[in-house]
């Protein structure tokens, strides 16, 4: 048993975090966000300027998210074992390292030091670091949160480094214009952020203290950051369940499935979407020759896509008291119509205004699914969705957005085509599929 004065330290310990080591937890969310989506803003321009196909260029980000699926939910139970601090520093150094040598890597390759072939193989190799070890921090970061503060202050704490992994997707692809430097080129970015990951590995070694775990906060296992893509991850609750019972709810389980049906389908029309734009605005706006040009103008579609998300998950939810059901047909509609607005683009403004209204739907869509698998079973069966939502989310990412490429080049609007008739097909079928009816927020 703990003494009274080990009980009094622990209560002390977890009334709140001093703002300074708020800060550090921030910065950890919003650096792992945002260098990745800058990365995504400028990947397709670098692609175009080594005349790697545009399959491969998908292909690279398709392997960086299938690693951080497979390993995000073992470092989740590591937290509780090997300290949170330690997870997340884990975490900062994959991104640092990954950042750092695939910008060398790509720099070099630029320079035709490196032949393209081998420029991309290196590439990949390097985003592994990321995608296997990335993941590691913010399921530390919302624990570490969740065991240190008090259950009236939790929600607000983890409210708010849950935003700031929803607003790095919005600052990466804004801030990769500038980084791209005279010197390095379309590399420049991707070796600032590895300069910044460094700095906050220092600041997180310098303010955050050692801690071991006294009892079990797990944090949730947070998607795959891409720029318009995920809603706010959150952190569970204390494990006050047996594993067993956790683990009982099935895939094919009644209550859950259209949910997970209706996941499936709006994720795999988003992640197609998503891999697919950069591409889109090189060609539709002429600037294969002109690659440099294609990833500032990419960064800013990309920006207007992150900003939108945000309006519909930090706006229109709460203020019109959505259901999981609105929320999702809705999310589907406005989705379908600004994949076609896209897809039939001829010019930046058009662009802009597709894709945006396209990553509106899909800010409604992802909460509501979300928040209608969990309103569908009872509180004893929470962790088990909470898992098959985060897998739903992820593999997305995983080889539907090649496929979008490979369709994109053979015929644009049979790719734009696939992904409006997913979001149809879910406004149809969810419309009788789909009804729970508690409010989503």
Not at 100 to 108: P, S
Not at 172 to 180: D, E, L, M, N, S
Not at 296 to 299: E, L, P, Y
């Given at each position: 048993?703990?003494?009274?004065?080990?009980?009094?330290?622990?209560?002390n310990?977890?009334?709140?975090?001093?703002?300074?080591?708020?800060?550090?937890?921030?910065?950890?969310?919003?650096?792992?966000?945002?260098?990745?989506?800058?990365?995504?803003?400028?990947?397709?321009?670098?692609g175009?300027?080594?005349h790697?196909?545009?399959?491969?260029?998908?292909?690279?980000?398709?392997?960086?998210a299938?690693?951080?699926?497979?390993?995000?939910?073992?470092?989740?139970?590591?937290?509780?074992?090997?300290?949170?601090?330690?997870?997340?520093?884990?975490?900062?150094?994959?991104?640092?390292?990954?950042?750092?040598?695939?910008?060398?890597?790509?720099?070099?390759?630029?320079?035709?030091?490196?032949?393209?072939g081998?420029?991309?193989?290196?590439?990949?190799?390097?985003?592994?670091?990321y995608?296997?070890?990335?993941?590691?921090?913010?399921?530390?970061?919302?624990?570490?949160?969740?065991?240190?503060?008090?259950?009236?202050?939790?929600?607000?704490?983890?409210?708010?480094?849950?935003?700031s992994?929803?607003?790095?997707?919005?600052?990466?692809?804004?801030?990769?214009?500038?980084?791209?430097?005279?010197?390095?080129?379309?590399?420049?970015?991707?070796l600032?952020?590895?300069?910044?990951?460094?700095?906050?590995?220092?600041?997180?070694?310098?303010r955050?203290p050692?801690?071991?775990?006294?009892?079990?906060?797990?944090?949730?296992?947070?998607s795959?950051?891409?720029?318009a893509?995920?809603?706010?991850?959150t952190?569970?609750?204390?494990?006050e369940?047996?594993?067993?019972e956790q683990?009982?709810?099935?895939?094919?389980?009644?209550?859950?499935?259209?949910?997970?049906?209706?996941?499936?389908?709006?994720?795999?029309?988003?992640?197609?979407?998503?891999?697919?734009?950069g591409?889109?605005?090189?060609?539709?706006?002429?600037?294969?020759?002109?690659?440099?040009?294609?990833a500032?103008?990419?960064?800013i579609?990309?920006?207007?896509?992150?900003?939108?998300?945000?309006?519909?998950?930090?706006?229109?939810?709460?203020?019109?008291?959505?259901?999981p059901r609105?929320?999702?047909?809705?999310?589907?509609?406005?989705?379908?119509?600004?994949i076609?607005?896209?897809?039939?683009?001829?010019?930046?403004?058009?662009?802009?205004i597709?894709?945006?209204?396209?990553?509106?739907?899909?800010?409604?869509?992802r909460?509501?699914?979300?928040?209608?698998?969990?309103?569908?079973?009872?509180?004893?069966?929470?962790?088990?969705v909470?898992?098959?939502?985060?897998?739903?989310?992820?593999?997305?990412?995983?080889?539907?957005?090649?496929?979008?490429?490979?369709?994109?080049?053979?015929?644009?609007?049979?790719?734009?085509?696939?992904?409006?008739?997913?979001?149809?097909?879910?406004?149809?079928?969810?419309?009788?599929?789909?009804?729970?009816?508690?409010?989503?927020?």
């Open positions: 048993m703990v003494g009274k004065q080990g009980e009094d330290e622990l209560s310990m977890t009334r709140s975090i001093p703002a300074d080591r708020m800060a550090v937890l921030f910065a950890i969310m919003l650096v792992a966000a945002a260098g990745n989506t800058a990365m995504q803003s400028i990947l397709p321009a670098i175009a300027k080594l790697i196909p545009d399959v491969w260029v998908s292909l690279a980000f398709s392997w960086s299938l690693l951080w699926v497979l390993t995000a939910p073992y470092w989740a139970r590591q937290s509780d074992k090997r300290g949170r601090k330690v997870l997340m520093a884990r975490g900062i150094i994959g991104f640092f390292l990954s950042m750092a040598l695939c910008g060398v890597t790509l720099w070099a390759g630029l320079q035709g030091w490196l032949a393209a081998a420029t991309f193989i290196l590439f990949a190799l390097f985003r592994s670091l995608g296997g070890f990335g993941s590691a921090a913010p399921p530390a970061v919302q624990a570490y949160v969740a065991a240190r503060t008090d259950p009236e202050e939790r929600t607000q704490a983890l409210s708010l480094v849950s935003s992994f929803g607003l790095g997707t919005v600052i990466g692809p804004a801030v990769a214009p500038f980084f791209i430097l005279p010197i390095f080129g379309l590399a420049g970015p991707l600032v952020f590895a300069l910044i990951g460094l700095t906050v590995l220092v600041m997180l070694r310098w955050l050692d801690d071991m775990p006294r009892f079990a906060a797990r944090g949730a296992i947070a795959y950051p891409l720029s893509g995920p809603g706010e991850p952190a569970e609750d204390e494990n369940l047996d594993p067993a683990e009982s709810l099935g895939w094919r389980d009644r209550r859950v499935r259209p949910w997970l049906l209706a996941g499936f389908f709006g994720g795999q029309a988003q992640a197609m979407m998503l891999g697919v734009i591409f889109l605005i090189l060609d539709r706006l002429h600037l294969r020759l002109r690659p440099d040009e294609g500032a103008i990419t960064g579609v990309l920006m207007a896509g992150a900003f939108a998300t945000l309006l519909s998950q930090w706006g229109l939810i709460p203020l019109l008291k959505m259901t609105t929320t999702v047909l809705y999310g589907a509609a406005f989705g379908g119509v600004g076609l607005m896209t897809g039939l683009a001829q010019d930046l403004h058009a662009i802009v597709g894709f945006a209204l396209a990553s509106l739907g899909f800010g409604l869509f909460p509501g699914f979300t928040a209608g698998a969990s309103l569908s079973v009872p509180r004893r069966d929470q962790g088990s909470a898992g098959m939502t985060a897998s739903i989310n992820g593999s997305a990412y995983i080889i539907s957005p090649a496929i979008g490429v490979l369709l994109y080049n053979w015929h644009p609007m049979v790719s734009y085509g696939l992904m409006a008739a997913f979001c149809g097909w879910l406004v149809v079928w969810g419309w009788s599929a789909l009804r729970q009816d508690q409010p989503a927020i």
